[in-house]
């Protein structure tokens, strides 16, 4: 009997002072970053919205909303377009503001391992792991989705 190895692409993208690690699956698109349009009363993390093919999509630093950065980087920046999980019709997409172009990579389970923080948990992440050498975040789009309609209902 055979054993079926299961494998899925992802995509390393660094954010300021970390990075991400997201299924290729889920993003739609990176984009040279534009100022975005300003959201009265939203958090910090929460930076705005950007055009996208006919859509506003709000963006968000995962940076800011995590507290791993104080400010982002505006050199080298790019805006990730992530499908939306949550299957909201009026929130189809979002953007994650990221620094320069993510990393294709294979991942299983022999290469992610979970590393701990003393219990450490970030707004919006799922986990922390350890990719081959390098450390990186899983973002719970699940939440997030939830934190920005959350914010741009305040």
Same mark, same amino acid.
Not at 63 to 86: D, H, Y
Not at 125 to 132: A, D, K, P
């Given at each position: 009997? %055979? ?9 390393? #993208?660094?954010?300021?002072? =970390?990075?991400? /690690? /997201? ?6 698109? $990176? ?7 300003? #959201? ?23 940076? /800011? *909303? ?6 982002? &980087?505006?050199? !080298? ?8 999980? =949550?299957? !909201? ?10 620094? &320069? ?7 299983? %389970?022999? $290469?992610?391992?979970?590393?701990? +923080? ?7 992440? #799922? %986990? ?6 390098? +450390?990186? *975040? ?5 939440? $997030?989705?939830?934190?920005?309609? %959350?914010?741009?209902?305040?």
């Amino acid at each position: 009997m %055979s054993e079926t190895q299961t494998e899925i692409r992802g995509l390393m #993208i660094t954010i300021t002072n =970390g990075r991400a /690690l /997201l299924p290729n699956a889920t993003v739609s698109e $990176i984009i040279t970053a534009a100022t975005p349009e300003p #959201i009265p009363n939203a958090p910090e993390w929460l930076m705005g919205r950007v055009r996208w093919r006919g859509w506003r999509v709000p963006m968000f630093s995962l940076s /800011l *909303m995590t507290g791993i950065a104080r400010k982002e &980087g505006a050199i !080298n920046a790019k805006v990730t377009v992530l499908k939306a999980v =949550g299957r !909201n019709p009026r929130m189809p997409y979002l953007a994650m503001l990221c620094q &320069g172009f993510p990393r294709l990579t294979t991942i299983s %389970s022999e $290469i992610l391992v979970p590393t701990e +923080h003393e219990g450490q948990r970030l707004p919006g992440i #799922i %986990s922390q792991v350890l990719v081959r050498d390098d +450390h990186a *975040m899983i973002p719970d789009l699940f939440e $997030i989705e939830r934190m920005v309609d %959350s914010a741009l209902a305040a």
